[in-house]
């Protein structure tokens, strides 16, 4: 019986992926497969054109080629990849291999040396030995098969016939046929949904001229799931997983769309989807003039440098979009770890050019709508401007938090309010928590990080906010073009069953000395206790009399609630030990008020720059 099943099931698994590609896609892999290798991202006149300005010491292309070639230098007695799992995942071992291989490539196009060849050779084929890339967790097929399909492109004229065939019938088998095989990653509108089907955009253009059937059901499998990932884009470029996973997600999305114009001559309309173009602002809107991001949902607020801004500023004609993250780490000669996402194709992608970024042209007040809004407020582009941010969105979107509400704010360059981040994926999941289920009973709300106790947002009676609500934009009023200041106002009603309506109301004043946010709650119990909090990561903090005093080196910030009888208390922004790692230099500034008969409260609480 077991074994009848077996059949059965192995029956619907191959019919399920041996449909016949649609014409279009077979004609796009016929035309593709008469192009010579290389033939992802550049073809062999676009490596000589940047050979070209290698001489050029102020071109950024020149700069980031150098880097390239150093950093292929500094593998030089690193022992080839092995099949090491953590966990669920290979993931480690995938960007490791991406990593080694894309510098090897480009410094072995850019050279000609054949020690970055028979280096990349080993790679590959140490990786392509593997039993298998870990379909389990197709994150790491995808990016595997992403890192062997460019170095099987990028090397191909170095290698011999034998060593062709040795990689391809890897990349075959544990990449293109895997893809085929899984159903999982089709499913995928988040994050996955991009990198899965980015990275296989290769795999089926490296292989074409050897297995075009299949290399057409799985290019078409892939340009036509993508718009299921982009829809989240809409309308106006909002990253829905935030900054991190804009860098990781929007990265493999930009890849098979570059891929595809080179190798195909055409994009299969994937750049006209709504909020594409749009989204390639993201990073540097998202970025405070302290240089961190708005760190929301599972991404930290470290600004990373976006590989893909590059593309980004080449195809839409925008400048603007490349940040000074971007401008000055393009000129580093050499980097630490593994940088951005493939440094490498800065190479090809970088204006030689480029001057420095000022923020001319960027609006001051950012709403781009879309599943998990936020707003962005600025009073200008200048190093010393304030910033704030507030999100909606509910907690069960991918990635999200219990975060509805949350703010951000700079002033005077300073961050003072922050987000925490995420925790390590892998340490939770071996604790047992169910990282990846969002509804109110899972025990991923029990991390601090994730749940409302971690972060810049009121509680009722010490309950943790509803995992199926959602914070709602309700209005934003932007003055800024007129020289006034912004505001902007969310509905938290659904986040808060306790309440009838929650409102908050963030304004910003046009020079920007000055940052207001409101709470209004209506229907409360009587005697129902509102906790207002704020995390900061101020160097000292002083209570003076009603109000407090933030410092941090010479600036300092004064908060002051609307309420004569509001405390202020501060505490470390810590959650319960082991389950949750310590958040160092992190303090939770707070104060609480007690619902009257009425059920009704209202407060403001003003941040004041000072010097």
């Known amino acids: 019986m077991i074994r009848v099943l077996t059949i059965i099931i192995g029956m619907i698994a191959m019919s399920h992926f041996s449909f016949a590609a649609s014409p279009l896609f077979e004609k796009a892999v016929?035309?593709?497969?008469?192009?010579?290798?290389?033939?992802?991202?550049?073809?062999?006149?676009?490596?000589?054109?940047?050979?070209?300005?290698?001489?050029?010491?102020?071109?950024?292309?020149?700069?980031?080629?150098?880097?390239?070639?150093?950093?292929?230098?500094?593998?030089?007695g690193e022992p080839v990849l092995e099949r090491v799992q953590k966990g669920r995942r290979l993931l480690g071992v995938s960007r490791k291999a991406l990593y080694r291989i894309s510098h090897l490539a480009m410094a072995y196009r850019l050279t000609g040396d054949r020690r970055y060849l028979?280096?990349?050779?080993?790679?590959?084929?140490?990786?392509?030995?593997?039993?298998?890339?870990?379909?389990?967790?197709?994150?790491?097929?995808?990016?595997?098969a992403f890192a062997v399909a460019l170095g099987y492109d990028w090397l191909y004229d170095g290698l011999s016939e034998a060593s062709r065939a040795?990689?391809?019938?890897?990349?075959y088998r544990l990449g293109l046929?895997?893809?085929?095989?899984?159903?999982?990653?089709?499913?995928?509108?988040?994050?996955w949904g991009q990198v899965c089907r980015g990275g296989l955009i290769g795999v089926a253009l490296a292989l074409c001229d050897r297995y075009p059937e299949e290399a057409a059901r799985l290019l078409e499998e892939c340009v036509e799931g993508l718009p299921k990932a982009m829809a989240a884009l809409a309308p106006g470029g909002c990253y829905p997983e935030g900054p991190g996973y804009w860098n990781y997600g929007m990265s493999y999305n930009v890849y098979g769309i570059a891929m595809l114009e080179k190798a195909c001559g055409t994009d299969f309309g994937l750049c006209a989807q709504p909020g594409f173009e749009e989204s390639g602002y993201y990073p540097v809107l998202t970025t405070g003039p302290s240089g961190r991001t708005v760190g929301t949902s599972d991404s930290s607020d470290r600004r990373c440098e976006n590989t893909v801004l590059w593309?980004?500023?080449?195809?839409?004609?925008?400048?603007?979009?490349?940040?000074?993250?971007?401008?000055?780490?393009?000129?580093?000669?050499?980097?630490?770890?593994?940088?951005?996402?493939?440094?490498?194709?800065?190479?090809?992608?970088?204006?030689?050019?480029?001057?420095?970024?000022?923020?001319?042209?960027?609006?001051?007040v950012w709403n781009p709508g879309g599943s998990v809004p936020i707003v962005v407020q600025r009073s200008s582009w200048k190093k010393d401007a304030a910033f704030a941010c507030l999100k909606g969105g509910s907690p069960r979107a991918p990635h999200g938090h219990m975060d509805g509400?949350?703010?951000?704010?700079?002033?005077?360059?300073?961050?003072w309010s922050h987000e925490l981040g995420c925790e390590d994926y892998h340490r939770l999941e071996q604790m047992g928590i169910s990282l990846w289920r969002m509804e109110q009973e899972s025990t991923r709300w029990s991390i601090y990080r994730l749940n409302s106790a971690g972060h810049s947002v009121p509680s009722i009676d010490g309950a943790l906010q509803l995992a199926k609500g959602n914070a709602r934009i309700v209005s934003v009023e932007d003055g800024s073009s007129g020289g006034g200041g912004s505001s902007v106002t969310l509905d938290l009603t659904s986040l808060y069953p306790a309440a009838k309506s929650v409102t908050r109301i963030g304004a910003l004043s046009s020079d920007g000395k000055t940052y207001r946010l409101s709470d209004s709650f209506a229907?409360?119990?009587p005697g129902a206790?509102?906790?207002?909090?704020?995390?900061?990561?101020?160097?000292?903090?002083?209570?003076?009399?009603?109000?407090?005093v933030l410092k941090d080196g010479d600036m300092a910030l004064r908060m002051r609630a609307t309420l004569p009888e509001a405390v202020w208390k501060v505490d470390p922004a810590e959650g319960a030990k082991p389950l949750n790692s310590p958040n160092d230099g992190v303090q939770a500034v707070s104060f609480s008020v007690v619902a009257p008969d009425s059920g009704d409260i209202g407060y403001s609480v003003m941040f004041e720059l000072e010097k």
């Open 30 to 76: 016929e035309d593709a497969a008469k192009l010579p290798h290389p033939r992802l991202f550049a073809f062999e006149e676009d490596f000589e054109r940047v050979k070209s300005l290698l001489p050029e010491e102020g071109a950024l292309n020149a700069c980031a080629a150098r880097r390239v070639i150093a950093q292929a230098d500094a593998l030089e």
């Open 118 to 144: 028979e280096r990349g050779e080993r790679e590959l084929k140490a990786v392509c030995s593997f039993s298998d890339w870990n379909p389990s967790h197709f994150l790491d097929v995808g990016e595997m």
């Open 166 to 171: 040795e990689i391809a019938e890897g990349l």
């Open 177 to 191: 046929q895997s893809g085929l095989r899984e159903a999982g990653w089709k499913r995928m509108t988040n994050n």
């Open 311 to 364: 593309w980004f500023s080449k195809r839409f004609q925008a400048p603007a979009v490349i940040g000074e993250k971007e401008f000055y780490a393009i000129q580093a000669p050499y980097r630490k770890g593994m940088g951005g996402w493939l440094p490498p194709l800065e190479v090809l992608w970088a204006d030689p050019a480029f001057g420095k970024p000022d923020g001319k042209g960027l609006p001051l």
């Open 405 to 415: 509400g949350n703010f951000i704010l700079e002033m005077g360059g300073v961050r």
């Open 523 to 525: 229907g409360l119990a």
């Open 529 to 548: 206790v509102v906790k207002w909090q704020m995390m900061t990561r101020a160097k000292e903090i002083r209570n003076d009399g009603g109000s407090l």
